[in-house]
C-alpha cells in the first residue's frame, strides 16, 4: 500500500531545494506540492473543467508558466479551495483535491486530506500552515527505505511537521 511523507516548509526556495534533491530517487509524478496562488490565477491561461461545484478546480497550463524545478512535476495547475481561494498543485494531490470525491463539498482542504488518508488533526495542522502562506509537500511511495531517505531530506532542508500517512486511493471516476 502507498505512504505519502509529507511535511510543510515557508518559502518556494526550500521546495525547490527539497525537489531538486529528491530528482534523482523519486518521479516527478510521485512527488506533490501545494501552495498558495498569490500572484493570482490571471498568471495561467484557464481551462474550467469543473467536476466538484464547491473546489471550483480548475486545470491550467501552469507547468512552463511556474518554470525551475516545480515545472517539472505532474499534473500542475491552479485550483480554487473553498474558503481559501486560490492554489497551485502538483502531483497526486492535484488529481485528489480536484476529484469530486475529494471532499470540497464536506471540509475543503481538511476534507481532502483526510480523504487521501491524513489524520483530521494533521489535515487541520496542514490547511492552517497553508492559510498562512507556507507549502505543502508530499512524496508518495511504497519503498519503506524510500520514505526514510525523503523523511531525512525533508528534515535536512528545513520542512516542519513531517509525518507519514497511508494513502487512501481516490477512485478512477474521481479524478480528473
Known sequence: MKKAVVGVVQTRAEAETIIRELQSVVAPSDISVLFPDSHGTKDFAHEHHTKAPEGAATGAGAGGLLGGTLGVLAGIGALAIPGLGPFIAAGP?????????????VGGLTGALVGMGIPEYEAKLYEGKLRSGSLL???HTEDAKLRDHVEQVFKRNGARDVSTVTETAVPKNARV
Open 93 to 105: 494531490l492535484m488529481a485528489a483535491l480536484s476529484g469530486a470525491a475529494a471532499g470540497a463539498a
Open 137 to 139: 509537500i508530499s512524496v
